[in-house]
Antibody, heavy 125, light 108 residues
Framework: QVQLVQSGAEVKKPGASVKVSCKASGYTFTSYGISWVRQAPGQGLEWMGWISTYNGNTHYAQNLQGRVTMTTDTSTSTAYMELRSLRSDDTAVYYC??????????????????WGQGTMVTVSS | SSELTQDPAVSVALGQTVRITCQGDSLRSYYASWYQQKPGQAPVLVIYGKNNRPSGIPDRFSGSRSGNTASLTITGAQAEDEADYYCNSRDSSGNHVVFGGGTKLTVL
């Protein structure tokens, strides 16, 4: 079945980096973009950025520019998100999500139709 | 701060109809998508586009859009619909995605 499976929980010290993986299966990896979304404990969802699995183009949230890098390995249908210079407020569950762009005569939009199970990243000294 | 505004909490009696709204200027140009999230679980897409439901989503969930407001309506709310609901769309630049702050739905 169509699914995204993420890597396991991480505990990091402030200033370190973390790299989370997201392995896709059950569909053609390069036909859909991947977005990364995080959720701090008890908080809402925050979009971090998007990568085209077709050509590697990226768009990052402005507040993470310079600290985040998203990449893909099409040979293994895996997307990666690396976050550097970790701070305590980066403690969150990190999700990857498959994105579908759609449009009609009225408007356009994106739908995140498949989500990974989430990866807990804890930043603590 | 989010460019999409949602009411923090809404309640509905079992079997009644509830509307959850999402407001933002970008919604005049872009559709919203809606996600249901239960505690400890990943979000699930329930509505996207004009009024599209992914496979497996009950038809009591529907979506609509008017001006700068998108709405998610649950007709005949069930106990299992108690969850957090988030809208998302593009921001005003069109280059980034933004989520609303979320609405906690309580089914009484």
């Amino acid at each position: 079945q169509v699914q995204l499976v993420q890597s396991g929980a991480e505990v990091k010290k402030p200033g370190a980096s973390v790299k989370v993986s997201c392995k896709a299966s059950g569909y053609t990896f390069t036909s859909y973009g991947i977005s990364w979304v995080r959720q701090a404990p008890g908080q809402g969802l925050e979009w971090m950025g998007w990568i085209s699995t077709y050509n590697g183009n990226t768009h990052y949230a402005q507040n993470l520019q310079g600290r985040v890098t998203m990449t893909t390995d099409t040979s293994t249908s895996t997307a990666y998100m690396e976050l550097r210079s970790l701070r305590s407020d980066d403690t969150a569950v990190y999700y990857c999500a498959r994105g579908t762009y759609y449009y009609d005569s009225s408007a356009e939009g994106d739908a995140f139709d498949i989500w990974g199970q989430g990866t807990m990243v804890t930043v603590s000294s | 701060s989010s460019e999409l505004t949602q009411d923090p909490a809404v309640s509905v009696a079992l079997g009644q109809t509830v509307r959850i709204t999402c407001q933002g200027d970008s919604l005049r140009s872009y559709y919203a998508s809606w996600y249901q999230q239960k505690p400890g679980q990943a979000p699930v897409l329930v509505i996207y586009g004009k009024n599209n439901r992914p496979s497996g989503i009950p038809d009591r969930f529907s979506g609509s859009r008017s001006g700068n407001t998108a709405s998610l309506t649950i007709t005949g709310a069930q106990a299992e619909d108690e969850a957090d609901y988030y809208c998302n769309s593009r921001d005003s630049s069109g280059n980034h995605v933004v989520f609303g702050g979320g609405t906690k739905l309580t089914v009484l």
